[in-house]
């Protein structure tokens, strides 16, 4: 067996990891034996190998299973495996267990490995199998690698071999370097900028007004244009409905209960004068009166907040009390609005207050509060009696009652809307998530049930019909169609304005002579201009300098003229770090181009044997 340079020292770590071993670990960190990985046998033990190197059943299992799980973290919901063969992570593991079987094979072909003491040094130091103390845990070991089904020779191996094929993939993924013209080619391309003139045209940049639209006009572009013009496909549903707002109004409510609550709340509906206040604190007595002396010779009080060092945001109090300003709300309540008071104490110290405005004080009488207080009351009513006959409203549509019984025996308000799924409509009931829930995924033959909303109504619905797609009506859609016409139109206006307006710029006069325009010294290629179209800045590093061009997306019209073209900037630090992120990113391209040639010629050279009955009943056994 070879014995590698690192065996009696700390093993270097490369740039490119070997992934298989922290695939073990992941396992193991997010507890796929909570559940438990199933240990094939019965016959079937490997679902392929490559060369004289098996993929085992459990190993592909495991691989599988924390792939699953992984991606299911970052859905938020767990994946079944029909889920996951769906989205082809079957095929992503199988290639990923084919590579390490690869390289494995490969590593025992030429006599590559690492002895115990590299092994035990990487088992030691992985965070999985430490205890309370921070040092490693057999027992926590044990149990980590029982819980997957894995045995301690059978963990070990793995990591030898992973250890190992780190080594093979290290040394042949690195020390690639990015040849310079490739990295200088990038950087030019990347380091333009671009300085342009936009001219934005509005309806008001039109010559002459669009006019307005004839009958056979509005007719004509009813016909052209029918699908915006067409009702989507809609769920007729009917629903009974108890909502707190529709029974408040009927709740008692005595004066008593009022006052108690107004009392309660005293400090909502009587403010005293308040003051917006800023505060200049000083480390000593004699500083304060200093700053003080010179606010009254002439100095600025903003001058004064620079010179220590801080900002007008910095010592804004916001609005005050008297009680809150303690020692100096006198004092600041007894100054003008604009005028410094002080120095007085804070419990900072010695302060300047500068009144940045008078708040008056402010008073809601007990009968200017007793409407919305009665509305609160009779709310929470209507919610408490709500709750109470949710489970009564169950009950009856489990023993077969319909919605219509629903409004007639418990006062439910029944109706019936065409709601199309995915859309909040104009109807109230639709503003409740809880009710568009209900309503997407309800069905043809669905019982109904007591849905909860979100201020403590409740409702239950049905599923008369599906509504087929259909025209609205020409006389019922004219508004809307009128007003799509104009849109169509003014574009169309202000898109012939801007090829006149470019025509004239190219025929020599200034952009400026049409209107106001937007300058954009310099912008890189992944620059942005706000209330443009995101293709603006690629579309104007497709022009050439001094080209003009009509730019137009729905909404926008502009005419564009490209001022200058700067080339990348040959020195400074950001060139420098720009060229070296440049160069990394093509090092690491280069590398990972030479590590999947190599690993396809690896598998080509020893052969690929795989078991796709044996794959199938992973797939099967796996939840």
Request: aromatic content about 6%.
């Amino acid at each position: 067996m070879a014995k590698t340079p690192t065996e009696d020292g700390k093993r270097p770590r490369g740039a490119v990891k070997e992934v298989a071993v922290w695939t073990l670990m992941g396992m193991l960190i997010l507890g796929l034996g909570g559940f438990g990985v199933t240990s094939f046998s019965g016959g079937v033990t490997r679902v392929a190998s490559v060369g004289d190197i098996d993929v085992t059943t459990d190993d592909y299992a495991r691989a599988l299973q924390t792939q699953v799980n992984a991606f299911s973290q970052q859905l938020g919901q767990q994946l079944s495996m029909q889920e996951a063969l769906a989205f082809g992570i079957d095929k992503q593991v199988l290639q990923d267990v084919l590579t390490r079987a690869a390289l494995d094979n490969e590593a025992q072909r030429v006599g590559l490995s690492v002895g115990d003491g590299v092994v035990a040094a990487e088992l030691m130091g992985m965070d999985a199998f430490k205890g309370v103390s921070g040092s490693f845990d057999r027992e926590a070991y044990r149990f980590a690698l029982d819980r997957n089904n894995l045995s301690e020779t059978e963990f070990e191996t793995n990591l030898r071999r992973d250890i190992s094929r780190e080594l093979l993939q290290g040394a042949v993924a690195g020390g690639f370097a990015a040849p310079a013209p490739l990295t200088e080619t990038l950087y030019a391309w990347v380091g333009e900028r671009r300085g342009f003139s936009m001219l934005r045209l509005g309806e008001g940049d039109l010559t002459a007004p669009v006019a307005e639209p004839t009958d056979d006009e509005l007719k004509a572009h009813y016909d052209a244009q029918l699908d915006r013009f067409t009702k989507p496909e809609a769920k007729r549903i009917t629903y009974a409905a108890l909502l707190p707002e529709a029974i408040a109004k009927d709740q008692p409510v005595d004066d008593a209960t009022l006052q108690k609550l107004y009392q309660d709340r005293i400090s909502e509906f009587v403010i005293p004068e308040r003051r917006i206040v800023e505060r200049l604190v000083y480390p000593d007595q004699a500083a304060a009166e200093a700053a003080k002396a010179k606010l009254d010779a002439g100095t600025s009080f903003e001058d004064l907040v620079a010179e220590r060092g801080l900002t007008l945001d910095a010592i804004d109090m916001g609005d005050m009390s008297k009680e809150e300003l303690g020692a100096a709300g006198e004092a600041v309540f007894a100054t003008a609005e604009g005028q410094v008071a002080g120095p007085a104490e804070s419990d900072l110290g010695p302060a300047l207050y500068r009144v940045v405005s008078v708040l008056a004080a402010e008073e809601t009488s007990f009968e200017d509060a007793r409407e919305t207080l009665a509305i609160e009351i009779q709310t929470d009513a209507a919610r408490r009696l709500i709750a109470d006959q949710v489970e009564s409203i169950d009950d009856l549509l489990a023993g077969g009652a319909t919605l219509e019984d629903l409004g007639k025996e418990m006062g439910l308000a029944v109706a019936t809307i065409d709601y199309v799924p995915g859309q909040q409509g104009e109807a109230a009931i639709e503003g409740y998530p809880a009710f568009r829930e209900a309503a997407d995924a309800v069905q043809e033959g669905d019982f109904a049930e007591a849905v909860l909303l979100d201020d403590g109504g409740v409702v239950a619905l049905r599923l008369d019909e599906i509504v087929p797609a259909a025209p609205i009506p020409f006389d019922e859609a004219k508004d809307q169609v009128a007003e799509d016409w104009r849109k169509e139109a003014t574009t169309a206006a202000l898109a012939a304005r801007a090829a006149e307006i470019k025509a004239e710029v190219e025929g020599g006069a200034a952009i400026g002579s049409f209107g106001i325009v937007d300058v954009t010294p310099e912008t890189a290629r992944s620059g942005f201009v706000a209330n443009a179209p995101e293709t603006l800045v690629a579309d104007v590093f497709k022009m050439a300098e001094g080209e003009v061009k009509v730019m137009e997306a729905p909404g926008f019209v502009a005419v564009v003229k490209l001022d200058r073209i700067l080339p990348a900037a040959t020195e400074g630090e950001d060139a420098e770090a720009t060229r070296e992120a440049l160069a990394a990113q093509a090092r690491q391209a280069i590398a990972q181009d030479a590590f999947a040639a190599f690993t396809n010629a690896l598998t080509a050279e020893a052969g690929i044997s795989l078991d796709q009955a044996a794959i199938n009943a992973v797939h099967t056994s796996l939840p």
